[in-house]
């Protein structure tokens, strides 16, 4: 597989497991993501699955993630 750059659409990753939250709803609010084989993350918007992916490291998600448990984002959704 060729390696994903930031922006790629997502139809070029056809190998891969889209998989979003539980917390997810109906109407397509959803971001997913999918570990690609290189050990990178991919993030699309699930309303535009052949849309752009952003692809992130694992330590980069793994920053992320640490950050919203911690509510570090919880302003963002007031």
């Given at each position: 597989m060729?390696?994903?750059?930031?922006g790629?659409?997502?139809?070029?990753?056809?190998?891969?497991?889209?998989?979003?939250?539980?917390?997810?709803?109906?109407?397509?609010?959803?971001?997913?993501?999918?570990?690609?084989p290189?050990?990178?993350?991919?993030v699309?918007?699930?309303r535009?699955?052949?849309?752009?992916?952003?692809v992130?490291?694992?330590?980069e998600?793994?920053?992320?993630v640490g950050?919203?448990k911690?509510?570090?984002?919880d302003?963002?959704?007031?």
């Amino acid at each position: 597989m060729q390696r994903i750059q930031n922006g790629a659409p997502a139809n070029l990753l056809r190998d891969v497991s889209w998989r979003k939250s539980r917390r997810s709803n109906p109407s397509g609010n959803c971001v997913e993501v999918a570990p690609l084989p290189g050990g990178e993350i991919a993030v699309r918007n699930s309303r535009y699955p052949e849309g752009p992916v952003l692809v992130y490291t694992r330590a980069e998600i793994a920053a992320f993630v640490g950050g919203a448990k911690d509510g570090d984002f919880d302003d963002l959704v007031r």
